[in-house]
Structures are given as C-alpha cells and as structure tokens.
C-alpha cells in the first residue's frame, strides 16, 4: 500500500506546482509562471505511468486517484491559466471577466460529464488545454479582441461532443505521436528559455505537434461516425 502512496504524492505534486504558478502570475513574472505549469505538465504526463505500474487502484482502492487527478488537472489547465490571461491583460477590459468565466465554467462542465474520458482513451469535447493555449496567446502578442475571440471559441467547443486524442494512452500512431509530442516538449522549454521575445521559425515549428493532434482527432472522429460500431464506443472510462 505504501509504495501505491507514492503515485498519489506524485499527482499530488501538480496542486503545488499550480500554488507555484498562481504565485508567480500575481508578481507577474510569466516565464517563471509557465515554467511550473510545464512541470505539471510532465507529471501528468507520466503520473498515469507510474500508477499503472505501481498498481495503485489494487492496493489502494480506498484512494480515488482519478478524482485527485481531475482536481490537479482542473487548478493547472483551467485556473491557473485563467488567472494568467487575466492578470497579463491578455484580454479587452469589458471583456475580461466573461471571457475568463467561460474558461472556468465550461471546463467545470467538460470535467464532470459521463463520458469526459472514454473507455477507448479519447476525451470528448475541448480538453481544456487553456494552459498551452494560454502560452501561445502570450508568445503570439495578438490583438485582446483576437484572444478573446479564441478563448470564447474554444469554451464553446468544450461542449461539442467530438472526441480528442488522449495523447499518452490512445493506440493510434502511438509512436508517430509520442514522437512529435516530444519534440513538441522541445520546442516549448526552448520557447520558455527566449521569452518574453520568441523567435516566430520556432513557433510555427511547434505549431505541428498542436495541428497534427487536432487533425488526427478529427479523423479519427469522423471515422468514428461513419462506422455503425464506433457510434456505440465510447462509454466513460472506469476510475482507476
């Protein structure tokens, strides 16, 4: 049971990390604010690994890991990056509280819902991303309008139903994707270390891994629905 224990700390870590990060957004250092958001990003990435090994729902199945792993996930993907587009004034001033309440709301949605994860590895609907699109709005210096504009898109996409690749656990082009996801990882501490100024050839070369995922979901979906089995997967993924 011990041993099972040191999966949850470790998913644990994140609610520090986002501590970390809504610290460094209030004294408005971003870089440093992204930098813990990157390293929460690496544990949940691998923390799934780690409890499968260790075996965690077997020898701990008094603990709900998964349920911990949603309240780190949504204080890393969602609040944390709210407050940051916020407090960066990456937003129109009329604007700013609506468009940071969508974040939170419609998230607070797509977290609970049944079928959030599925029993085939997929999420449905927007997987709340906001804090790699939170660092994207940052490193692009696009208009406030424009960021609001996306962020609005993007919370309304939360609840359209197409599915979303989970990128550590899907079976299709597996290694292509663990591939392109770790150079993408690259890419993003190489753009972390040149901020505030990012060189544009390094942005749009991390721009594929983003485009290549969004992409492979899409086909995945639509070849989910034409295909009279896939309509009936889908089912929510059990807590493990």
Not at 11 to 30: H, R
Request: proline fraction near 6%.
């Amino acid at each position: 049971m011990t041993i099972a224990l040191v999966a949850h700390c470790y998913t644990a870590v994140g609610a520090l990390l986002a501590f970390l990060s809504a610290a460094a957004i209030v004294e408005q250092d971003y870089r440093l604010a992204f930098f813990w958001l990157y390293l929460q990003v690496a544990v949940d990435a691998t923390d799934g690994l780690l409890a499968r090994a260790l075996r965690v729902s077997e020898r701990t199945p008094w603990f709900n890991g998964a349920k911990l792993d949603d309240i780190v996930d949504y204080l890393c993907y969602v609040f944390v990056p709210a407050l940051l587009v916020w407090r960066a004034g990456l937003l129109p001033d009329g604007l700013a509280f609506p468009v940071v309440a969508a974040m939170l709301l419609s998230s607070a949605y797509g977290f609970n819902r049944e079928d959030a994860k599925t029993s085939d590895h997929f999420f449905t609907g927007f997987p709340s991303y906001w804090n790699i699109v939170a660092f994207y709005l940052f490193v692009a210096g696009l208009p406030a309008p424009v960021n609001a504009a996306v962020l609005i898109g993007l919370a309304a996409l939360v609840f359209v139903p197409i599915r979303y690749l989970y990128p550590s656990r899907g079976a299709t082009l597996q290694r292509l994707t663990n591939a392109l996801g770790l150079g993408w990882g690259v890419l993003m501490v190489f753009m972390l270390w040149q901020l505030p100024v990012v060189s544009p050839p390094v942005v749009l070369a991390s721009l594929v891994y983003p485009f290549y995922y969004a992409g492979l979901s899409l086909i995945l979906e639509a070849r989910r629905r034409r295909s009279p089995v896939g309509r009936g997967q889908g089912r929510p993924e059990s807590a493990a």
